[in-house]
């Protein structure tokens, strides 16, 4: 006869896939989440038509504690920390059938293959004579929205409230924001692509809110240009 947590056994291993889903989280961060990673890497060319977007420094496997969000059950597994992917026309799908980024330059009925660091999303330039791109980890870049970062019970860094070095002109429309150790020109309307809206809004101004030492900690919800967006 089976117990009840012989079926959550079963039910939350039918869940499971090489790749966590809705409804499963993380226990801890694993190590592909570590802040200590960069938040940015170059996909660099192996062949013609591939590329590998490998974040340099993660060890290929590791063991995770998984946990069914409904019932709480938890598992630990060994996973992969590199995925392999292909891209057809404006998408990337990984080898488990979820997106994993988007490319440009692909040629109809052509395909960009590549590997890249699980935790981070791609995008791919196919139009050159080699593939070349970029690959951000979740939750950052201009794709931060569609590629948030994996759900983590215990993640002491989803409590931290970043910070961004950013400067709006009020004479123009232009503002100025250095992120990653990159610098970024951009309009107003484009700001969204890359600074979250704040989680406190006592102190805004303008585009952004600021925290009780000034510092910039995201857009301000109810400014014109994104408010109702």
């Not at 597994?77 to 292909?86: A, L, R």
């Not at 970024?184 to 979250?196: F, M, W």
């Amino acid at each position: 006869m089976r117990t009840n947590k012989h079926i959550a056994g079963l039910v939350f291993g039918l869940l499971l896939s090489p790749l966590v889903q809705a409804g499963v989280a993380y226990v801890e961060p694993p190590v592909f989440m570590s802040p200590q990673l960069p938040t940015q890497g170059q996909c660099l060319p192996f062949t013609h038509t591939d590329v590998t977007c490998d974040i340099p420094g993660v060890p290929y496997h590791t063991r995770v504690i998984l946990q069914d969000q409904q019932s709480g059950y938890t598992e630990v597994q060994d996973e992969k920390t590199v995925v392999q992917f292909n891209c057809r026309d404006s998408i990337c799908v990984d080898e488990y059938g979820g997106l994993v980024g988007q490319a440009t330059g692909v040629k109809p009925g052509g395909i960009v293959r590549g590997s890249v660091t699980r935790g981070y999303y791609v995008m791919v330039d196919g139009s050159g004579r080699l593939p070349k791109g970029v690959t951000h980890k979740r939750g950052t870049g201009p794709l931060a929205t569609q590629y948030p970062p994996y759900l983590v019970v215990n993640n002491p860094q989803a409590n931290a409230v970043p910070v961004y070095d950013l400067y709006c002109d009020p004479n123009d429309d232009w503002c100025y924001l250095t992120q990653d150790g990159r610098d970024y020109k951009l309009s107003r309307e484009e700001l969204p692509r890359y600074v979250k809206m704040a989680p406190n809004t006592e102190r805004c101004w303008q585009e952004v809110c600021v925290d009780q030492n000034q510092q910039i900690i995201g857009l301000n919800p109810t400014y014109h240009l994104w408010a109702g967006k």
